[in-house]
Nanobody, 124 residues
Framework: QVQLVESGGGLVQAGGSLRLSCAAS????????MGWYRQRPGKQRELVAT???????NYADSVKGRFTISGDNAKNTVYLQMNSLKPEDTAVYYC??????????????????WGQGTQVTVSS
């Protein structure tokens, strides 16, 4: 079992900044990638940014230049620095992890895990 615990959401004015954190814990053999998705009101969940264990990042076009994803492999933690926030960034942000998990002493399987979500509200 792997747990993802998010923190850092809240209410901010347009143009402001927030930093989200997500820490993974459990029977982790290796974290292959972590990232953030969001679900805006009335919309489907969408990718925000991801980062691999090797540091390769990927961003949605809508956040490029404003958001920065980073990771701390030693702490199994991913961060999302969000600057120049806009009202359209208002959403529930979900942490995601692609994790290789120790199933048996001789077996490792790969699974996707999700956090519980953290609300980010940007006022105009």
């Amino acid at each position: 079992q792997v747990q993802l615990v998010e923190s850092g959401g809240g209410l901010v004015q347009a143009g402001g900044s927030l930093r989200l954190s997500c820490a993974a814990s459990g029977t982790i053999f290796r974290i292959n990638a972590m990232g953030w998705y969001r679900q805006r009101p009335g919309k489907q969940r969408e990718l925000v940014a991801t980062i691999t264990s090797g540091g390769i990042t990927n961003y949605a076009d809508s956040v490029k230049g404003r958001f920065t994803i980073s990771g701390d492999n030693a702490k199994n933690t991913v961060y999302l620095q969000m600057n120049s926030l806009k009202p359209e960034d208002t959403a529930v942000y979900y942490c995601y992890a692609d994790v290789s998990v120790i199933v048996l002493s001789t077996r490792v399987d790969e699974y996707d895990y999700w956090g519980q979500g953290t609300q980010v509200t940007v006022s105009s």
